[in-house]
Nanobody, 126 residues
């Protein structure tokens, strides 16, 4: 069955960098959108970044634009999130998500995705 597994989370100082990875199994997502969301304690799960099937089309939340970069390697069925210039406000559980098929649009909402990873914790110390 389909499974998405995130990795790369951990503790980092403010201003540092972390690279998250998410590898999917069970089916190929080469023709589908993939994205990243995050959820801080007591908060809703919010959009971070999304990538179209080729990786050439991307969309970012305003709070991370210019600092985070989403990329993907379809041959590896993997999506990445490079996080630079991290701030304490970035502390959250980060979730990988994938859609069953390309639908168009910006893929900024939870309902745009069909599969989810278990999440990985990123903690940014000040």
């Amino acid at each position: 069955q389909v499974q998405l597994v995130e990795s790369g989370g951990g503790l980092v100082q403010a201003g540092g960098s972390v690279r998250l990875s998410c590898t999917a199994s069970g089916r190929s997502f080469s023709g589908s959108a993939m994205g990243w969301f995050r959820q801080a304690p007591g908060k809703e799960r919010d959009f971070v970044a999304a990538s179209g099937w080729s990786g050439g089309t991307t969309n970012y939340a305003e709070t991370v634009k210019g600092r985070f970069t989403i990329s993907r390697d379809n041959a590896k069925n993997t999506v990445y999130l490079q996080m630079d210039s991290l701030k304490p406000e970035d502390t959250a559980i980060y979730y990988c998500a994938a859609s069953k098929s390309w639908r168009g649009g910006y893929y900024r909402t939870l309902h745009d995705y069909d599969y989810w990873g278990q999440g990985t914790q990123v903690t940014v110390s000040s």
